[in-house]
């Protein structure tokens, strides 16, 4: 070995990792992400502590962010992303030496070639390797993306590669320690990577591999086992570090058993098909180079060793070449073939990037080696083959030096580069910016936007995020959340539920707007996106821009007041600023960059809300303008463009027809449910998807927002008889603000296309029916009687009106006459649910208990329990039993009830007054309480609830019960 080479070996495993270390380090600090990445948002949250509710993760990236969390909140993001390049950079150097570790006595041209004592290159283009290698993996776009912005993956990396260092450095020094250092750090980095436990049998056979039978020796094995459970203690660092400072989300085990859990369910939730095909450039390489092959299978002839060789060849270069190729993430004919591709970015997979990397290196090595001159004197001449290799290959390798790094950055520069444009952080910006100055509450449907917020209120200054409490709104039914929150913001949120980590039901969401009433009389509160549900009953959304401030509807109204003029210009002004924005999301959304999609969504969901505002106050062009350019933002806005159609046919006065069914859930595939599809798409102003609407809304009970919808279809189709029904039996059946105008106007309507349908007896009979509710709705009972009675004869006593009259005669407290009507009817049906239900409520106003509890007996076994029909006829005869003195069985009536039905004021009620009657002060005291807390809004004044509050206190007092 010359001068020359031994100063090129001691470069390669010396100096040359940290030159590659230092460069990278310069590339990623160059290149940096200067905010909060969208692959990194989760990770910054649970380090920063940003959520409410505390989560147990990674114990090293725990004790990373409590010591970074000494520094001001404003810096956090960009020291966070400066650590992650130094980990990257300290990953490549683990890189750069294992390449020159690894040993090349593999095939018997290697061992021809390489006759060191240790088997590592000792040619003169040794250096070549890592170079190569560490650039392919540097300059991969996932490596590179994770390098720049923190994520918490290039920690767990480093760990990895040092990992795999051990083994190669045991392997040249024979020194146990470097064992016992990966013992140490594996049951380390197992603690904070699930993946780690997944490598484990590869690691446990490569070091099998490695030392031989020696392994097997009990105090080795025994040293090794207790070294990596040192390490593996760091899964008690969160639990206790949590219950240290008293924010854990439970018991120490609970919290131990959340995150084990977790790691369980990533690693085992994973496709394992994808898992193994990202691992045939990674793993099946390596398994390639840990088998030292024999000198020949049997044939020692020159043909059968040429032929062996060439084998060997093309193997080493198809693995090459496939790993190179994986480092660019090719596509072909649409699909890719790398760990990115595979997953859609999902998951980084950057342990396999990592080996293959390794292999890209060994394989250079290989063909640099094989193809070099032999020491000494050989006894064979080499063949055309190898001369022609040996002449071309260390050129080659050249080219490949600068090929490498040059396509990577052609590649990729521009999507690093596009993931610096601060379109996230202006979104996130703009809308702190139009927050007031104090007092506020901001919920979201969507977790990403609420993240984004905080970290833009923590990046200005502590003071302001503190001002803004962010609430998850689906989290708002736990009782723990609010505690957390109460923990929190102790002066502002003003509800106390329980202790946080009290084992509670869930709230009923009834509940909920209620308390956000309450909130607001020191709070304002917003929302981060369009929504709908249980806060929409009693709330509409004011929007200026990307933010919607949560107003209450209107005394007396039902629906939302349209916005004023200045309202609307002050819209407008918001989103003709925005245009440079917009030009630089489409920009991105060309190059495919999640940033500019993820902007994208939210400033198109924004706009087409906007947009259907403006369209249902007929503003047909502004509405139009606003579709369009929702649209070209996020061209998967399915809602935008389904309103747009609408919007030209309006506009050109031509008529639109209403389908359900199928043709709406196959528009919502994607997205899953309508609600899911409406967060990220605003709402639908498509008479389609307003009748669809209104069915789930009326299912879920939110009978206001179901009349918003029906009213819509309504004026959208005017002609739409089924919403005109639909809508009428709404306004009858439910507390709904001002139905006497609205029945009006629909009834007439109805009576208008009834009488151009004549043949529609359906429709005529339903507008009978409707006529007479209409009238029994104004208070006009003996009209609607005289009503009804006349046209019995003219439909042939036709069963619906009957029961319409029966009902009509039950408002009227006519209790004898509508109690003959439905004996009358039963005659000819004696098992008909409705009407059998009927009997029981007329039957216990009349005080007639038996019959009451005989019907809805009856009414029980014609019926499923799981109906509520079978739960009504329950109430019934718990109440006809309490009220006939059979305490006993309205209570375990009452009690049955109960286990179906969860936080019911009428059960708590039912089950209180027996337990007052039976002076059980204990139960009745708890009963009442049970009441009073899930009562609803509606009934806090009534003389009932006044009552229990009395009696509560009276008997909290110890006053006797009579």
Known sequence: MDDSTKISINFTHKKLPWVIGGLALAIYFITLNRWVSLTGLQWMTQASNWDLWPSAHAPLDYLLTRVVGILPESGRILVYNGLTAVFGSLVLIQLARSIALLPHDRTREQRSRQ?????????????????????????????WEHSVSATGEMLNLLLFAYSIRCLLEYRILHQESWLYRMAFVYGLAITSNYAMIGFFPCFLIALIWIKGTSFFNFNFMLRMIGIGTTGLLAYLIVPIALHWFGNAPGTFWQVMATYLGSQKSALLGFPRYLTLIASLTAILPILLIGIRWPSSFGDTSAAGTAITQVMYHVLHGLFLTA??????????????FSPRALTQGLVPFLTFYYLGALCTGYFIGYFLLVFSKPPGKSKRRPGPLHELGAKIMPTFMLLLLLAVPAGLLARNFAHIQADNVPVLQEYAEEFAALLPESNNIILSDDPTTLRLLQAALNSQSKEKADQNILISSWLMESPIYHGLIKERFPNRWMIELGAKNEALANLDRGLLPGILKHLRKNNRIFYMNPSFGYYFEFFYLKPKGVLYELTLLPDGENSAPHLTEEEIDENHAFWKSKKDTFDSIKRLNEMDRSNGQTTGIYYSRAMNYFGVLLQRMNLLKDAQRYFSDALELNRSNTAAEVNLAVNRNLQAGESITVTTGLEINEQLDQ??????AMIFLGPFDDPKMCWYLSEIFRGNGQNIQASQQLERVRELTPENSNALLVLADIYLKFQINNPA?????????????????????????????LEAHTLSKLKKNEEAEIFLRGKLDQFDNDRTLAVSLAKILMDTQKWKESLEIINSLLNDNPDDPELLLYKGAVCIETSDFDAAISSQTHLMKVVSKKTMTHLYALMNRAIANMKNNRLD?????YETLSESVQNSHKISYGLAQIAYLQKDRKAAIAHYQDYLSTAPITITESEEYKQVQLRLDSLKQGAEIP
Do not use: H, M
């Open 671 to 676: 997205y899953g449910t309508p609600d899911q």
């Open 323 to 336: 790993c190179l190729l994986v480092a660019f993430d090719p596509t072909l004919g649409g699909n890719g």
């Open 115 to 143: 006759r060191n004592e240790f088997a590592f290159l000792t040619i003169k283009w040794c250096w070549i390797p890592p170079i190569i290698a560490c650039t392919a993996c540097a300059l991969q776009i996932t490596f």
């Open 741 to 769: 105008e609205k029945l009006d106007g629909i009834l007439n309507l109805l009576k208008i296309q009834a009488a151009a349908a004549v043949e529609d007896k359906a429709l005529q009979l339903r507008t009978v029916q």
């Open 889 to 893: 069985a309205a209570k375990s009536d």
